[in-house]
Nanobody, 124 residues
Framework: VQLQASGGGLVQAGGSLRLSCAAS????????RGWFRQAPGKEREFVAA????????FYADSVKGRFTISGDNAKNTVYLQMNSLKSEDTAVYYC??????????????????WGQGTQVTVSS
């Protein structure tokens, strides 16, 4: 499975961005999908995750109410809608996929495939 993340950019605080993560290759499995981010000098952290069916979503406390994860299985694509962006959201965002049955991992170790990352910069 190959993952291609896109949609990052420079935005002012309070603005919005939508990230996309398109999967290709052997996508026939039931993959949970997640978004993680890593700011300079910090460890990678969980942002949001969605089950293969789309019926379950999870968010880090820091983004609850501002970010929304969604998926389109027909397009093998997962989205991360980010609203009310803050300067502390500045990071490289990575998408990930993992085949864990009904589980939706919130740890990076739960994912098998990773995209290349897309930079999000929020100016204050």
């Amino acid at each position: 499975v190959q993952l291609q993340a896109s949609g990052g950019g420079l935005v002012q605080a309070g603005g919005s961005l939508r990230l996309s993560c398109a999967a290709s290759g052997r996508t026939s499995g039931n993959y949970a999908r997640g978004w993680f981010r890593q700011a300079p000098g910090k460890e990678r952290e969980f942002v949001a995750a969605i089950s293969w069916s789309g019926g379950s979503t999870f968010y880090a406390d820091s983004v609850k109410g501002r970010f929304t994860i969604s998926g389109d299985n027909a397009k093998n694509t997962v989205y991360l809608q980010m609203n009310s962006l803050k300067s502390e959201d500045t990071a490289v965002y990575y998408c990930a996929a993992g085949a864990r049955g009904s589980l939706v991992p919130r740890s990076g170790t739960g994912y098998d495939y990773w995209g290349q990352g897309t930079q999000v910069t929020v100016s204050s």
